[in-house]
């Protein structure tokens, strides 16, 4: 089966810790996104990856880093940096290859993080 | 600033009836408008994509209408079902570098 699949779906974290949130896809997508989702808001972008070994912030990327060494893989670790870290996040990835795809984004299950 | 707002938090209906979502933009010019579908706990899904030059788009029961003028998108489902209970996040794209902002979703419950 393709898809994208996200590890652990539950992850407990002490205070100044960090954290890596995997994401693996077998999509063969280029593109690769992570949204951070807190109740009652929507989706916000912390980092995307148009190709492999480039990645850019998007508007929530303080206190987090990715990385891109493999087309399948974009890691997401949270620092202790990170002020307010419990949230619900989510990976995606799209074709950007594929004409007329423009932005279909297909979403892993999500790993829900908790401070404790 | 870009603002997107999906009018209702939430949104009841009586089964058989038609569900009508509705998401505002302010400020975007956007190329396309997306519609996702998220069940709790879990990751969205996508359902329909429309472009600014496309007035209505269908799929089986669903339909989005997407009025550049007015600077909003309509989501119908006909013939709803308690199946159909989920939030919906409408997302626009609006500019480069491929990314997609999202409303914060409106959660619908049919009740049988």
């Known amino acids: 089966d393709g898809g994208i699949t996200q590890s652990p779906k539950y992850l407990f974290r002490k205070e100044g810790q960090n954290v890596t949130l995997s994401c693996e896809q077998n999509?063969?997508?280029?593109?690769m996104y992570w949204y951070r989702q807190d109740p009652g808001q929507g989706l916000r972008l912390i980092y995307y990856?148009?190709?492999?070994?480039?990645?850019q912030k998007g508007d929530i990327a303080e206190g987090y880093s990715v990385s891109r060494e493999k087309k399948e893989s974009f890691p997401l670790t949270v620092t202790s940096a990170q002020k307010n870290p419990t949230a619900f996040y989510l990976c995606?990835?799209?074709?950007?290859?594929?004409?007329?795809?423009?932005?279909?984004?297909?979403f892993g299950p999500g790993t829900r993080l908790t401070v404790l | 600033s870009q603002k997107i707002e999906q009018n209702s938090e939430a949104l009841n209906i009586q089964e058989g009836k038609t569900a009508t979502l509705t998401c505002n933009y302010t400020n975007y010019s956007p190329a396309y408008l997306q519609w996702y579908r998220q069940d709790p706990g879990r990751g969205p899904v996508f359902l329909l994509l429309?472009?600014?030059?496309?007035k209505e788009k269908r799929k089986e029961r669903l339909k989005v209408t997407f009025d550049t003028t007015l600077k909003q998108s309509l989501f119908h489902i006909t013939a709803s079902q308690p199946a159909d209970s989920a939030t919906y996040l409408c997302?626009?794209?609006?500019?480069?570098?491929?990314?997609?902002?999202f409303g914060k979703g409106t959660l619908l419950t049919v009740n049988p």
């Open positions: 990856s148009q190709i492999v070994n480039d990645f």
């Open positions: 995606a990835s799209r074709d950007s290859k594929r004409p007329g795809s423009y932005n279909e984004q297909f």
């Open positions: 997302a626009l794209y609006g500019g480069s570098n491929y990314k997609l902002t």
């Open positions: 429309i472009r600014e030059n496309e």
């Open positions: 999509l063969n997508h280029d593109a």
